[in-house]
């Protein structure tokens, strides 16, 4: 490992990846630094990691939460700011080298665009970034020389498959998915499920956006789309296959046939702690996979008539432009309506058909078209619910 301490912000570090972050951050002292944290209102949880953690900076993007957080912290030296342009503004931040972006949602592209522009390397869980505006994105990073590792399980996966292959073609990238807690049911039998029964995941704990989105398929979606720029691969190169046991990552097929694939138990540390050492593998003592307790791993096709948002992802994908930027504000809108009891299960497929339906489509988006089809969206998801 490299003598210099790598200089880490970490944007979302009061949610279930940044919290799983810091403790890979603690149990390396030695190779990482912290410098800023941010949380959107969770004042408590930022002003305890502060004080146990003592980065530099910490935001809270809640303004009125400010005087909370500023005097919590008033004995100490760690500097409080407030306000969506202050997550913009702390990551480039000179002693920062890596910014680990776990906000979730749209919130997530206006500060990862900046850092790149910063000349930040990225450590990306938030998904929706390369959903939404993966092109630009994408080509931003190119033009700054900044790379951007992948955090989510499945995409760790696939650049673990990848160290050592990087100059041979892919035939195509396999995503595994595990099918989230009513596999197998049909349509009718989603018309009933509860919040609390989509809140179950059968193998990952999540922040609540996504475990609605790994209900839905949506998240398979989402991923799909952020494959394709994550690895700059054409539609047809990506598979789905349903595994539900979790223990394959994800997969690589290369053009002589042969399949990588990269494994083990599902903990997200696992992930983010490749991401921030890369390319070094750091030691650690998560739990490891026996092959005894796993007799079988199984795979099956997914049923995108019954999940119909992971053909809809597809679908935005294949039309391209602004459309997978209106299917993500769609689904925002529609996660938050289902969590707050306003619609059923099905509705979210159905809303987010409705806005990529209705939104005008955009075929080459400037960051200008981003936000304003974002806005749009959200508007024409709100008058259907209403
Ligand atoms: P959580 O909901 O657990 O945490 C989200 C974090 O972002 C919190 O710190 C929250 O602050 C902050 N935040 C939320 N909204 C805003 C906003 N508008 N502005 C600023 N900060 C905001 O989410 P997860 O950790 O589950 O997910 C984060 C990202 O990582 C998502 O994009 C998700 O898709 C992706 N991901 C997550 C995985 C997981 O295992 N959880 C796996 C793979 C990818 P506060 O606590 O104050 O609300």
Redesign the pocket.
């Known amino acids: 490992m490299e003598s210099k301490r790598r200089h880490i912000a970490i944007?979302?570090?009061?949610?279930?990846?940044?919290t799983q972050a810091l403790e890979v951050l603690a149990a390396h002292p030695d190779v990482f630094e912290l410098e800023v944290l941010?949380?959107?209102?969770?004042a408590d949880?930022l002003i305890e990691q502060a004080r146990t953690f003592k980065p530099n900076v910490v935001v809270i993007?809640d303004e009125s939460k400010y005087q909370m957080v500023s005097d919590a912290l008033a004995d100490t030296d760690v500097k409080v700011y407030a306000g969506?342009d202050a997550?913009n503004q702390v990551v480039e931040m000179e002693p920062v080298d890596m910014v680990l972006t776990?906000?979730?949602?749209y919130?997530?592209l206006a500060p990862t665009l900046a850092a790149i522009r910063a000349g930040k390397h990225i450590a990306l869980?938030?998904?929706?970034t390369l959903v939404v505006a993966g092109e630009l994105v994408t080509k931003l990073a190119q033009e700054c020389g900044v790379n951007i590792y992948p955090?989510?399980?499945e995409h760790s996966a696939i650049f673990q498959c990848l160290v050592g292959e990087f100059h041979n073609p892919i035939e195509k990238i396999i995503l595994t998915a595990s099918g989230g807690p009513f596999r197998g049911r049909k349509r009718e039998e989603l018309a009933s499920v509860t919040r609390a029964q989509a809140l179950k995941h059968p193998n990952?704990v999540?922040?609540?956006?996504?475990t609605i989105d790994s209900a839905s398929l949506m998240n398979k979606g989402l991923e799909v789309i952020e494959a394709r720029w994550l690895f700059n691969l054409k539609n047809d190169q990506i598979d789905v296959v349903v595994h539900p046991q979790s223990i394959i990552h994800s997969m690589v097929q290369f053009t002589d046939g042969s399949i990588k694939a990269q494994m083990g138990l599902p903990d997200?540390k696992l992930p983010i702690q490749f991401a921030l050492g890369y390319p070094h593998r750091l030691n650690s003592n998560f739990e490891r996979f026996d092959f005894a307790r796993y007799p079988s791993l199984t795979f099956e096709q997914p049923d995108m008539e019954t999940f119909r948002n992971l053909q809809l992802a597809f679908d935005a994908m294949e039309r391209g432009g602004n459309a997978p930027c209106v299917l993500n504000a769609a689904n925002e809108v529609a996660v938050d309506a289902f969590l707050n009891d306003r619609i059923g299960f099905l509705a979210m497929s159905d809303l987010n058909e409705h806005c990529l339906r209705t939104v005008d489509f955009v075929e080459h988006p400037t960051y200008e078209d981003y936000v304003q089809s974002d806005e749009e969206t959200r508007r024409i998801a709100q008058e259907y619910l209403n």
């Open positions: 944007l979302g570090s009061t949610g279930s990846i940044g941010t949380a959107n209102s969770n949880l993007a969506k997550l776990a906000l979730v949602g919130a997530g869980a938030n998904k929706e955090v989510d399980s990952w999540m922040g609540a956006k996504i997200m």
